[in-house]
């Protein structure tokens, strides 16, 4: 497998960003990792994941969609849709990696989202494979395997090197384009590396969470269980665990007139908000208790049930360390498993 020391990793960014847009993880004041346009000396994040996920790049959380110009009755549109330039995201875990699968299942499908499918077009994705997973993290219950990341081209760390592998045709072509910095490496320790970090995976404390009792015709089952109220007493409807969240893809849009013109944009919308899908008649869910339930069972149950049983999670804990209540999936997901 071709390889580049570690000490050596910032001249394959430099190279990189020579000729297009390069993001990584890197490390914030706080230390808490968050993507960043690459710049010369950047150093890469040495932590497990970022705290927003590189779902941002592709459906960024505030965007202008299209301008009007009006005048009495008449009004122009205006497409402002640019052609995106050519970019690169390196560093996305496997988990992560996984919710361009899900995204994907929702931008693309008819009628296609052609904003999303523009930067769909133009990023490449590196993926980083993990060593040292967290106890928060679950992506093995998704069936994700974090030694074998999905992405355009894969990347893994034996501690000195850093080996690299496309997976498709743009990630073949973000090889070639450094391969003269690259060198065949032996990968007999990199087996190592993933032998020991399969073991953890085996003894995380959600190593055995199961999706057994979701699917299928558990619909009505678990929309009507009694659970929910417990469950949902204490939520905020703060969003946070929809924020961040990789896989969650609600948004409103909205006009905005400057006084020259409107500005039609869209931002990130949170299911978990009392004013999410309000109507001219109204709210279609007046309570917390089924906003809440409206979250769990999307990606739970409706989700899957529209897409092959595929699920609208992919473990990546975010949501564990982030809602203030210490609310989450994994609590909604062992409290409606018992029956
Ligand atoms: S579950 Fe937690 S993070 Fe999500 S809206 Fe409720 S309080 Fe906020
Ligand atoms: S629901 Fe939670 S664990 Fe699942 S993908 Fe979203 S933030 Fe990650």
């Not at 093995?140 to 999905?150: H, K, L, Q, S, Y």
Request: hydrophobic share 35%; with cysteine; aromatic share 10%.
């Amino acid at each position: 497998m071709l390889k580049i020391s570690l000490e050596n990793l910032g001249k394959l960014f430099d190279a990189v960003a020579e000729k297009q847009t390069l993001y990584i993880p890197t490390d914030r004041e706080d230390g808490a990792a968050e993507y960043r346009k690459y710049e010369s000396g950047m150093k890469l994040s040495k932590n497990l994941n970022t705290l927003r996920s590189a779902k941002d790049f592709f459906f960024p959380q505030t965007e202008n969609l299209a301008d009007f110009k009006m005048e009495g009755k008449k009004i122009e549109v205006i497409d402002i849709r640019e052609e995106s330039e050519d970019f690169v995201v390196f560093g996305v875990r496997a988990c992560d990696a996984r919710s361009f699968t899900i995204l994907d299942k929702v931008f693309l499908s008819e009628p296609v989202d052609s904003y999303y499918k523009n930067r769909r077009d133009h990023g490449t994705i590196v993926t980083m494979a993990c060593t040292k997973p967290a106890e928060t993290c679950f992506c093995g219950t998704f069936g994700i395997d974090p030694t074998a990341p999905e992405g355009d081209a894969a990347c893994w760390s034996d501690g000195e090197n850093l080996f690299i592998q496309a997976n498709n045709e743009k990630g073949q072509a973000f090889i070639d384009s450094v391969v003269a910095l690259l060198e065949d490496g032996d990968t007999a320790k990199l087996d190592e590396v993933k032998v020991k970090t399969k073991e953890i995976l085996g003894k995380l404390p959600l190593a055995n969470l199961s999706t057994e009792a979701f699917g299928g015709d558990t619909l009505m089952e678990h929309f009507k269980s009694e659970k929910w109220a417990e469950l949902s007493e204490s939520c905020l409807g703060c969003g946070t665990c929809t924020f961040v969240c990789p896989t969650c893809q609600c948004y409103d849009i909205k006009d905005f007139n400057t006084g020259h013109e409107i500005k039609r944009f869209r931002c990130w919308d949170s299911c978990m908000y009392s004013d999410f899908t309000k109507m001219a008649h109204g709210n279609i869910r007046n309570s917390q208790l089924e906003r809440f339930r409206q979250r769990f069972m999307h990606k739970l149950v409706y989700f899957p049930s529209n897409n092959n049983g595929e699920f609208g999670c992919v473990g990546c804990g975010r949501c564990l360390s982030k809602c203030p209540i210490s609310m989450n999936i994994v609590k909604v997901m062992k409290a409606l498993e018992v029956k």
